[in-house]
């Protein structure tokens, strides 16, 4: 009598072995130049890659963490209190790329003279003391509506390193609250007298606008390429993929992929500065 072959046992004695998708999460800024080279390694590898956002930079790590995905995406460095949370995952950073996180508000602020904040003045705004555009150079007065970026977004973990030197140091707000880089520029975009965190590569000047940062020379500096490659802005942040230990397979197939001439375009493409663009 012949035996009865399962759907699965058909297909592998048939030769046509089903491999498990790689899966990727975290960070939309990284998202970008990752899921465009994943519609390219599906075409022209037959890769099997299914990229998500869920949770920002956190969320790509914890999930990587517990094994739920093969690769993260991060726009902040992993913890150590990450590591220590994860003791089970070799968390291994590869560096794809620049950015920088900026404070970016609408177009009515932006017209009405607001155009740089030094350090005291955003400690202020954001700790509550300051509520109104004039007292931080608006021409009139204004209500600030300040978006806060989910706690563990690498965007928000960047401003507040920043600000406070640790994310335990930060203030409990009662901000409202935004995840993604969309959505955080729609939200800012579309509220009279908004401001927000964001990577600097997704202010429009059309819609949103990035501040200037004033050092303590009381000169601005603004997030453009050269002030993040020279790291002279000081919210300037590396882009990471990230895997369990060195990256294999499939995710090595995609990390190579990233650091090849055409992945470096495709980051550069997206606003961010390629590795090869960084001061050494």
């Not at 899921?35 to 990587?64: C, F, P, W, Y």
């Not at 150590?80 to 794809?96: A, G, N, S």
């Not at 401003?159 to 009662?174: E, I, T």
Request: with cysteine; glycine share 12%.
């Amino acid at each position: 009598m012949r035996p009865i072959l399962t759907l699965g046992l058909y297909l592998a004695t048939a030769g046509f072995v089903s491999a498990a998708p790689l899966k990727i999460n975290g960070s939309t800024t990284v998202n970008l130049p990752v899921a465009e080279a994943a519609e390219i390694l599906r075409a022209e590898n037959k890769l099997d890659i299914q990229v998500d956002t869920q949770g920002g930079s956190g969320g790509g790590i914890s999930m990587l963490g517990d094994g739920l995905v093969q690769m993260g995406m991060s726009s902040k460095p992993v913890s150590e209190d990450d590591r220590k949370k994860y003791p089970q995952c070799d968390f291994h950073e590869t560096r794809i790329g620049e950015d920088a996180v900026a404070l970016i508000v609408s177009k009515d602020v932006w017209e009405s003279g607001v155009h740089e904040l030094n350090k005291a003045q955003i400690k202020d705004l954001y700790g509550g003391k300051v509520t109104n555009w004039r007292d931080l150079g608006g021409v009139k007065s204004q209500r600030i509506v300040f978006f806060n970026k989910e706690p563990g977004r690498g965007t928000w973990e960047v401003f507040v390193h920043w600000l406070y030197g640790s994310p335990k140091l930060a203030p409990q707000v009662n901000f409202p609250e935004v995840g993604g880089n969309e959505e955080t520029r729609n939200k800012v975009g579309s509220t009279r007298g908004a401001i927000s965190q964001l990577s600097a590569s997704w202010a429009d000047g059309k819609t949103v606008f990035a501040l200037a940062v004033s050092g303590d020379d009381g000169q601005p500096v603004e997030p453009t390429p050269n002030h993040i490659a020279t790291h002279k802005y000081p919210m300037s942040r590396p882009l990471f993929v990230l895997t369990n230990g060195a990256p294999v397979g499939d995710a090595k197939t995609t990390v190579d992929f990233l650091l090849s001439p055409r992945g470096q375009k495709l980051v550069e493409k997206h606003g961010y500065l390629p590795l090869k663009a960084l001061a050494k």
